[in-house]
């Protein structure tokens, strides 16, 4: 009876090694590995370079499908022929690459990375990654165009997104500094890259927490609509959101996502907002969760408007 258990027990494993690996080449999986050894970037003109520039390593990401890694670290994929995206800061190209079954495919591509298009940044904070809890609200502090170290962060809020991150794009020059604070108006809550030197700044351009986007700015002019104040009643308008046919989520489901900030200084109460867009895409606006508004005014259906240069409603060039 032992024999037979023993025999028994002697086969199920053999059969779970060879199964696993029937397993690994049916479904054929293998590993990938790129490295930065010969990558280079577009030389920059207004730095008087002439020739393409050596890239840091460690500014360096390798995205492929949904997986982003360093230079070195190891992707595990099912074999076949893939994009791998490269990027260094504003620099970014893209690779194809093979990745074969059972294998470990080591790669130092020889690719120059070009300089992204990009008019804006989309700040991101990761409350997890920092190790902190959120109750209410993250916004920006820095020195920013509008609102010179401002920790109040009326012009730079960052909206909550599905995951429990927090996002929002904005322009910025390149260098700017900035910390994010969370649920205050004050230091205190102030999240900078070094948790070991509280006086250290992100730097745009240079952290990842801000990334390099093509955005459209929209501007939603209340004293432009006809009817406005009528379907507001005694309200006041509490937010101003753009919804339509892009991003994750689209029309009635983005409203929470795709909010404009109020514009304190400008008397006709206006409210901007940077959306990443395709052109020819339609949109339109909604006040207060509920007030859809169009080219023809509030509440019609058919009356989208075509994402485009629209003179103060949507531009590329800000």
Not at 135 to 164: C, M, R, S
Not at 166 to 188: L, V
Not at 199 to 226: I, R
Not at 236 to 258: C, L, M, N, R, T
Request: hydrophobic content about 40%; proline content about 5%.
């Amino acid at each position: 009876m032992k024999k037979t258990v023993v025999y028994l027990l002697i086969t199920a494993l053999l059969f779970s090694l060879t199964g696993c690996i029937g397993l690994s080449k049916k479904h054929g999986f293998g590993e990938l590995i790129i490295l930065g050894d010969n990558l280079t970037r577009e030389a920059d003109p207004e730095q008087g370079e002439t020739e393409p520039q050596p890239v840091d390593a460690e500014d360096v990401t390798v995205t492929i499908g949904s997986d982003t890694k360093k230079l070195g670290e190891k992707f595990v994929l099912r074999a076949g022929t893939y994009n791998a995206k490269i990027k260094a800061g504003s620099y970014a190209g893209e690779l194809k690459v093979t990745v074969v079954v059972n294998k470990t495919t080591t790669l130092k591509p020889k690719l120059t990375l070009a300089k992204l298009q990009f008019n804006a940044w989309k700040f991101i904070f990761d409350p997890e990654y920092w190790k902190v809890t959120v109750e209410e609200k993250v916004h920006l502090v820095g020195n920013f165009p509008l609102a010179e170290w401002d920790t109040t962060g009326k012009y730079y809020p960052l909206i909550k997104q599905e995951d429990d991150t927090w996002s929002a794009i904005f322009p910025a020059p390149e260098g700017t500094m900035f910390k994010f604070i969370y649920d205050s108006d004050d230091w205190g809550n102030d999240i900078g890259p070094n948790p070991e030197e509280p006086m250290e700044n992100f730097l745009v351009g240079v952290h990842d927490v801000a990334q390099p986007v093509l955005a459209w700015k929209f501007t939603f002019d209340p004293s432009t609509v006809d009817g406005l104040d009528e379907a507001l009643g005694d309200k006041e308008i509490e937010s101003v959101s753009v919804v339509g046919s892009f991003g994750e989520k689209q029309w009635g489901d983005a409203i929470p996502y795709h909010k404009l900030v109020k514009q304190e200084e400008q008397e006709d109460g206006t409210w901007v907002g940077y959306f990443e867009a395709d052109k020819g895409t339609y949109f339109k606006f909604v006040v207060n969760g509920d007030i859809w508004i169009g080219t023809a005014g509030i509440g019609s259906f058919d009356d989208n408007y075509l994402l485009d240069e629209i003179p103060g409603i949507a531009t590329q060039k800000f």
